[in-house]
Structures are given as structure tokens and as C-alpha cells.
């Protein structure tokens, strides 16, 4: 349900919430994990969590360091989530999009804050590219009771992990889809002694619609680990699907003769904005690759 360092917040199967302790030091856990723990009381937690399940996914970032961190697993869905204000990084939302292809997520866009006078003309034009690319848009609003009902039908059964800038209001929505949300947030800290907010921890929350949600404040500067600079492309649906027709199997859509990529975008099949999301991602899986020889392949 929530993880903080070496203490866990875990639900069993009777619906319990127990404070555990990691037995490993080189064991972790992040939400959405399945883990095997004991009863044992051990510095104030009731349990130790002794291992953990094998993941289906896993969504995972690059720290300030560099290396990989882990951000949630068993995943089936990515919710990227923008507003009108903050100015929304586009950019952003590729890199999310990109990272749930690799991971082999669903991944959809959310839209909140449509109240605001500016909404559609900010943000209308990329929903349509991203609609057209097969991603399920929903718009959003925490001003109306019912403002986030379309967003509730695309969790609904999905266990999903809701990202986006800071800003854009991803704690007024998990108010409006999860009841008592305020309630369990106080019973979560209390069993973790942490004081700690959903702004500055991960939260798994069970929703009325028989999905799960979590909610990752960890991924709003978002670095996905890169795959090597010829997989890149996988991340983006549009060029994956010209990719195909590129005369050179290893062709990097670049100034390589034959691109069928390239020839898209001149055309205006695929956005500019989507182009410079790719390039700048393989730009830096390039960078990667000279450093680590795994990466070049």
C-alpha cells in the first residue's frame, strides 16, 4: 500500500493494514507489490515482509544519480495527466507515453482543470494527436461532483499509477475518485508513524469501481531508464508503424536514405513535437550506450 525507506504499509487478505519491516537490507518494495511476510514484532511494526513476489511490470525512473529506481509494479495502466496551467510539458507526456510502451502498459492522457476558460485551446490540439495515435483521452474537473467520471470508467478494473507535473491537480482528483481518501491517509500515517502526505509519498488506493490507483509523486521529472537508441522508437506508436517501411532494419530516423520515418514527418503524419520527444530520447540513449556497451545493442 505505501513504502517508505525499510517500512511498508501492507493490506492482507482480510483487508488489514499492518506496518512491516523489510528483513533483507537488500530487500525492497514499491506499491503494487505482492510480498510473503511474517507476524513479528520488530521496532514498533507488527510483521516482516520476507520476500517479494515476482512482478508482472514495473515502472521505473532514473534518479539524480543516474541509476534506476523502481516507482510502482504490477501495473496494467499509465495515467498521464495534464492541465492548462501549469504550462503543460508536452514533452513530458511523451516521455510518460513511451515508458508505458516499453513497460508493456495502457497507457491513457487525462486533461483536468476543463473549467478554465483556456482549456481547450490549451491543450485541445495535442489531445486530438494523441486520440488519433489510439490513446483514450478524458477531460476533467474537480469544480463539478460528478468532474471526473469519464477518468473513473478508464480505471475501472485496472490497477493504473497516475503521473503528471506538479500542479495539475492529481490530489483533487483522487479526492473525487476515491471516498474517504483524507480518512486513509490518516490511518496509513498512523500506522507508519511517518506524518508523511500523499505529496511526498506513493499511496496505493482501492477505488469504488474495483480498480486500484496509485498515485506517485516520485515521477512528476520524469527520466525513464532508456532501451538501446534502435529500440527507441518502440516508445512512439507512429513511428514504430513507419518504421516498418524504413529501408534500413537499424535505421534511426535520422538523415539515413530510405527513412520512411523521416519522410513522415516532413508529410506532417507524424507531429514535430513527437519527433523532438524521440530525438532528445535517443539522443540521450546514444549518450548512454557509449558509456555502457549493453545500451549499443
Known amino acids: 500500500m505505501s513504502s517508505h525507506g525499510r517500512d511498508a504499509v501492507i493490506e492482507d487478505a482480510d483487508c488489514r493494514r499492518i506496518r512491516c519491516r523489510l528483513q533483507k537490507r537488500r530487500l525492497s518494495v514499491v506499491c503494487g507489490d505482492l510480498v510473503h511476510w511474517i507476524e513479528a ?5 507488527e510483521g516482516l515482509i520476507t520476500a517479494v513476489a515476482p512482478r508482472s511490470t514495473e515502472l521505473a525512473r532514473l534518479n539524480l544519480r543516474g541509476d534506476t529506481e523502481l516507482v510502482a509494479a504490477n501495473l496494467t495502466q499509465l495515467v498521464s495527466v495534464m492541465a492548462p496551467l501549469p504550462a503543460p510539458d508536452f514533452g513530458l507526456c511523451d516521455r510518460y507515453l513511451a515508458a508505458a510502451e516499453w513497460a ?17 485551446d490549451r491543450l485541445g490540439p ?14 476533467t474537473t474537480r469544480r463539478e461532483p460528478d468532474g471526473a467520471r469519464e477518468l473513473a470508467l478508464r480505471l475501472a478494473g485496472e490497477i493504473s499509477v497516475l503521473v503528471g507535473q506538479s500542479g495539475v491537480g492529481k490530489s483533487s482528483l483522487i479526492n473525487l475518485l476515491v471516498p474517504g481518501v483524507d480518512a486513509t491517509v490518516r490511518e496509513v ?13 506513493a499511496w496505493l488506493y482501492h477505488l469504488p469501481s474495483g480498480g486500484e490507483l496509485i498515485d506517485s509523486p516520485g515521477v ?14 518502440d516508445g512512439f506508436r507512429e513511428i514504430a508503424a513507419a518504421a516498418v517501411h524504413c529501408r534500413f532494419r537499424d535505421c534511426l530516423h535520422g ?16 507531429s514535430a513535437q513527437r519527433m523532438a520527444s524521440y530525438r ?3 539522443t540521450q540513449a546514444e549518450e548512454l550506450g557509449q ?6 545493442r
Open 41 to 45: 514484532r520488530s521496532e514498533g511494526a
Open 104 to 120: 508493456g502498459l495502457k497507457a491513457c492522457v487525462v486533461a483536468n482543470k476543463r473549467d478554465l476558460p483556456d482549456a481547450t
Open 126 to 139: 495535442a489531445l486530438e494527436r494523441y486520440a488519433a495515435l489510439g490513446y483514450p483521452v478524458a477531460w
Open 189 to 201: 500515517s498512523r500506522a507508519t508513524e511517518s506524518g508523511r502526505h500523499t505529496t511526498t509519498a
Open 220 to 233: 512528476r521529472d520524469f527520466a525513464p531508464p532508456l532501451p538501446a537508441p534502435r529500440a527507441v522508437g
Open 255 to 270: 538523415s539515413e536514405p530510405g527513412c520512411a520515418v523521416a519522410a513522415a514527418a516532413r508529410d506532417g503524419r507524424i
Open 280 to 282: 532528445r530520447l535517443l
Open 291 to 296: 558509456s555502457d556497451p549493453q545500451l549499443r
